[in-house]
């Protein structure tokens, strides 16, 4: 309801700080009673609040729920996650995210789900998504570049969620190329870009984003459990998703911003000082067979140079890199 919501942005503009009854109240244009009522009813939706006799409430913590509001409200974004979708359960985010991309969803919409039944990763790998614990989100974009150049889009991307997850958690995550923010030697996130373009350019550029917020170990299936790891297994905390997907919106717009005014250079900066994969020895698996050698860099479309074994310098498109040691 309005109420709510204005309720909601008093307390996101106090910052943390007590709101007191009377401007409650008069915010509202309730009786002192009626604001008492409506707090009630935050409480029963899962916030947590404070109420001290001559100074008011205040929240001290949300519940975890990314639906529209959550993330909405203490945004300071201008268009990036101004349109929500949001699903309780989906096959994927990408899915939906290409069909309201194909009727002219707006830059900026992004698409969540609390669960993914067919989530999925590049090359037609499959991304376990379970209910309530991750960040599962797709984000459409409608930038005029040229179709060689979107892959610049999910390192700036990973750049992004990694200065976001440092805000958020003091936590400092590394990126491994192309895709991958890890922790420990773990994955953390993964991303997966697509496209809708034709003869006439990109329409519209679809990211992906998987990442595991408050999964325990046990979430886990098996075989993930030595690979894969999440921001609660290693702050060992759990942390609010919606707070953290708005500092990865917030982050994103102003390096997106500062990629369609100066390109990629400023981006491709901050991705080698987060990157682990540089400068060492790695293998890449593409699907055409193996590359060793060191990885040298990336070359200013996003492409990642290895300096083989034999002194050629080879350019890798597309691969998944294991550090050789
Ligand atoms: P990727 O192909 O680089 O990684 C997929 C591989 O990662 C899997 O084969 C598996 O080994 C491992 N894996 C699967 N699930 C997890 C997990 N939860 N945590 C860590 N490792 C895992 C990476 O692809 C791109 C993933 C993008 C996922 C997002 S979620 C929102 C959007 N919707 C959708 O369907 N995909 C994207």
Redesign the pocket.
């Given at each position: 309801s309005l109420i709510r919501k204005q309720l909601l942005e008093a307390f996101s503009e106090a910052e943390g700080n007590f709101v007191s009854g009377q401007i409650i109240s008069d915010l509202l244009g309730c009786s002192r009673t009626a604001v008492w009522k409506h707090i009630e009813d935050l409480r029963k939706e899962g916030y947590e609040l404070e109420a001290v006799r001559r100074k008011g409430y205040r929240i001290l913590s949300k519940p975890d729920s990314i639906s529209g509001d959550a993330v909405a409200i203490g945004l300071k974004t201008r268009y990036m996650g101004r349109q929500i979708v949001h699903e309780q359960s989906a096959g994927?985010?990408?899915?939906i995210a290409h069909s309201f991309a194909a009727e002219g969803a707006p830059e900026g919409t992004v698409v969540f789900?609390e669960e993914?039944t067919?989530?999925?990763?590049?090359?037609s790998?499959?991304?376990?998504?379970p209910k309530g614990t991750?960040i599962?989100?797709?984000m459409i974009l409608r930038p005029s570049i040229p179709v060689n150049k979107t892959p610049q889009l999910t390192l700036l991307t990973a750049v992004a969620i990694v200065q976001a997850i440092e805000e958020v958690t003091g936590l400092h995550p590394v990126i491994k190329w192309p895709?991958?923010i890890m922790m420990n030697g773990?994955?953390?996130v993964?991303?997966?870009t697509e496209l809708q373009a034709e003869a006439d350019g990109v329409h519209s550029v679809i990211i992906?984003?998987?990442i595991?917020v408050n999964?325990q170990i046990n979430d886990?299936p098996e075989?993930?459990r030595n690979?894969?790891?999440s921001v609660m297994i290693e702050k060992k905390e759990s942390i609010n998703r919606a707070l953290l997907i708005q500092h990865i919106l917030f982050r994103f717009e102003e390096l997106y911003e500062q990629y369609l005014q100066h390109g990629f250079s400023p981006v491709k900066l901050l991705w080698e000082a987060y990157a682990i994969s540089l400068n060492r020895q790695i293998i890449a698996r593409t699907l055409h067979g193996s590359v060793k050698g060191k990885a040298v860099g990336i070359d200013d479309d996003g492409v990642l140079l290895v300096h083989t074994y034999d002194g050629r310098i080879e350019k890798i498109y597309s691969a998944?890199i294991e550090i050789d040691c």
């Open positions: 994927s985010t990408q899915k789900a993914q067919e989530g999925r990763g590049r090359m790998r499959s991304w376990h998504s991750g599962w989100m797709s895709n991958d773990k994955k953390l993964g991303i997966l992906g984003c998987g595991n999964q886990f075989e993930l690979i894969a790891t998944d």
